[in-house]
């Protein structure tokens, strides 16, 4: 069993109390690494670390283009490691190797690339003043981000928050999961190889009520990045505020997903079911809210019961894998609760609805479809974060619209039609952050990602992204020999 330590200003080490804690490999039920777990004392000592980096090292002097290709560096060595790192999360979050490989790790390497592309992009401007004056503004990082990440893509959005925040010149804090620290730990110790100037990066590994109450709390940390589920999120909002904290949530989500009777049945069929299990339903903004339109409805739901009994679950590191376990079996029982509640509100259950029976070590779950949902239920209302989708009918686009905003949340929404027209109209009508047409869960570095309502604050990829590690100073000069003598005297 491998061990990790803290890392802390360029340094590995052990948590100041001695605590440890075991990383699970979810699809056998075992501990497979041991870890330090960060205290309050630790995250102490590692916000320390990342001021003084961030105010005294090289890091602060560095000219921004040789901090892009610095970064550009570290990408490539990223990229040297992918197998490595692939195997590495999908052993400790579950997700299949095939998605880790082929989509999260390039992901996360094209997110490092393009913000080490921006790294000398970032300007001010010069405003419109009378000649006697001179009025400009800068744009300068931050300072101490603490970045807090979710255990389903623990690289990929980890790095949706590193690679903007150091090409802009801050410094980090990051706190992993519990459940899944291993990979960010790995990849710490590449960004060290690269040459990134220790305390720029720490990687404190912990509990969220010690180690991440901590951090949010921290009086010398200039901005929180959160993702994670909108509950934490409140709570972080109401701990960040006593310090009036910087902010940014990435939180969770109740996707509609839209089925027009126009729409090509089959390619609604495979992107819908991309849309929920995809990661095993453990993405923020899959499509678990499936509307189908009455016409279409029993044709639709027979074709998509019937290829979602085909799909492979199994062993993550197994290539024939097309879904893993879930991440934990604190999840894995989170989504047994709403099942049931789902049965005993009246849906229909079509498929699945317990674990898998042949793969008994491990919190592995089937596909789960219920039909006959309606909107005012349990499993159409909160957030389950599993394979677990809801149908639910509708007669046209006022129906559909009315239900599917009918949410606390906004973060995506999908819309299936051959009709021009209707989907430009959805798309304006549709509260969510981003809105699929003819497709579900793709994402792209350049296009901001984030939602409304209580599915977030600020935007994540995209320029918007640096915009949010950068904060704007003014500046005024006084072009007037004579000065300025407003009482005369």
Known sequence: MKKYQLFIDGKWQEAVSGKTFYSNNPSTGEAYAEVAEAGAMDVDIAVKAARQAFENSEWSNMAPSDRGRLLM???????????????????????PINETKYIAIPSMIDVLEFYAGLANKIQGSTLSSPNDRLNYTLKEPIGVIGAIVPWNFPLMLTMWKLAPALAAGNTIVIKPSEHTPISILEMAQLFKEAGIPDGVINVIPGFGKEAGNALVSHPDIDKIAFTGSTKTGQLIMQTASQNVTDISLELGGKSPNIVFEDANIEHAVNGSMFGIFFAQGQVCASGTRLFVQDSIYDEFVKQFVEKAKKIRVGDPLDEATQMGPQTSTDQLEKIEYYVSKGKEEGATLLLGGERNENLQKGNYYTPTVFGDVTNDMTIAREEIFGPVLSIIRFTDEEDVIQKANDTLYGLAAGVWTSNLQRAHRMTKKLKAGTVYVN??????????????????????????ALQMYTTTKHVWIDLNEDGFNWYGV
């Not at 977030?456 to 990829?461: A, N």
């Open 73 to 95: 560096r570290v990408a490539n060595l990223l990229r040297d490691n992918q197998e490595k790192l692939a195997i590495i999360e999908s052993t400790d979050n579950g997700l």
């Open 439 to 464: 497709t579900f869960s793709m994402l792209d570095t350049v296009a901001p990602f984030g939602g409304m309502k209580q599915s977030g604050i600020g935007r994540e990829l995209g320029i918007e």
